[in-house]
């Protein structure tokens, strides 16, 4: 088995969790409530622990962990709401913790899943596109509904969400682990780095925020598939990084796959292609629209081979790797998104929906 940077960083969390007395180091996106709950540690354990005179973390800050691990790597249970009774004719079934930068279903069965409506209230407040969004779960036969949900790169405060259902609300929350990635500083070459300040760049947003706002009905009946036929990631889904030196901390909102120059880049569901152009950054860019909220996105593509308003299918070609926009050598850089959020694509490969 081939380990990737993702693997590899998982597997190191769960070592530093189950440490004893361990020194930890603060990644993006902790906060020492995430940390004491992911320790089995209260927040002012790790203040006494620190001696600590404020509760605002900084990236690479060391911290001691308490002596006593937890008994695994999952973070307990913690709920800032008190949760509410269960719902007269729904039944819902959720992961029991969360991932940053993870895509999740919420499946609601029983005689009255079709009139639920559900949003996320942990989504208020944060810089994230359209939160709490109130959605209607997508029907998938067997009398199973479907809501899909995002975890935020950089955010490991809890998930809450709710389900309404004839004024009466059902709350859960559900725990979220951090990505234990350290930032990787690239400093850019001006010449690449000069692509950010692109005059072009705020149009190119602005067109990708017009896909990411689409809500069309779901088109895809079967399992996701690799964009690409190769293995080799080259930098992780979440990956935080720094393009140059001083620069702000920005979150990789998708996976890089290492390929030759031409390589075959194909649609990884059914669709419609909503962009296909060149773009200062993103380069030679794909989008397709797989209803229900989801998106992928191909960069630096050489060639793009598909048109705008363009049926696909899963498998189809739509463009050729390449090295175009804001990109060192050549490789597909692949994103799905929900609801305009990054979300990691591991978690669709292979699989009908998330689990
Ligand atoms: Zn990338």
């Known amino acids: 088995m081939t380990l990737t940077p993702l693997h590899r960083a998982l597997l190191l969390s769960a070592a530093l969790l189950t440490s004893v007395a361990g020194a930890y180091t603060v990644k993006p996106g902790d906060t020492l409530f995430s ?14 622990l620190n001696g600590l005179s404020t509760t605002t973390l900084e990236v690479g800050q060391t911290l001691r962990l308490p002596g006593e691990p937890a008994a695994s790597a999952s973070p307990a249970p913690a709920s800032p709401l008190p949760p ?24 609601l069965t029983g005689p009255r899943a079709a009139q639920a409506r559900v949003h ?26 479907l809501v899909l949900g995002r975890v935020l790169l950089g955010k490991a405060t809890p998930l809450i969400y709710e389900i309404e259902l004839d004024g009466q609300v059902l709350r859960r929350s559900l725990p979220v682990a951090g990505l234990p990635q350290p930032v990787q500083r690239l400093n850019l070459p001006p010449s690449i780095s000069g692509k950010l300040q692109d005059p072009a760049r ?16 779901p088109v895809w009946t079967k399992p996701f598939q690799d ?11 979440g990956q935080p990084r720094t393009y140059v030196a001083g620069g702000p901390v920005q ?15 194909s649609a990884v569901n059914d669709g419609t292609v909503v962009m296909a152009c060149m773009y200062p950054v993103r ?34 070609k739509i463009g050729e790797v390449g090295s175009t926009g804001l990109s060192t050598g050549p490789h597909l850089h692949l994103e799905m998104r929900v609801r305009g959020e990054g979300t990691d694509p591991a978690g669709w490969i292979n699989r009908l929906w998330p689990r």
């Open 120 to 145: 996320f209230p942990s989504e208020v407040g944060e810089d994230v596109r359209l939160p709490a969004e109130r959605l209607t779960p997508v029907p998938t036969g067997n009398g199973t509904f």
């Open 35 to 48: 940390l004491a709950r992911t320790a089995g540690t209260t927040v002012a354990e790790l203040v006494r």
């Open 283 to 316: 380069g030679g860019l794909v989008i397709l629209d797989h209803g229900a909220g989801v998106t992928s996105l191909y960069f630096h593509q050489r060639r793009v081979t598909v048109k705008v308003g363009q049926k696909v299918s899963r498998g189809d």
């Open 227 to 237: 964009a690409v036929q190769v293995r080799a990631q080259s930098s992780a889904f």
């Open 84 to 107: 509410t009774p269960a719902l007269p004719g729904v039944n819902v079934t959720a992961p029991t913790t969360l991932r940053m930068g993870e895509a999740f279903t919420l499946r």
């Open 202 to 217: 705020a149009a190119e947003d602005a067109a990708v925020e017009r896909a990411y706002a689409l809500r069309t009905p």
């Open 251 to 265: 979150y990789h909102y998708g996976t890089d796959y290492r390929a030759p120059a031409g390589t075959t880049v």
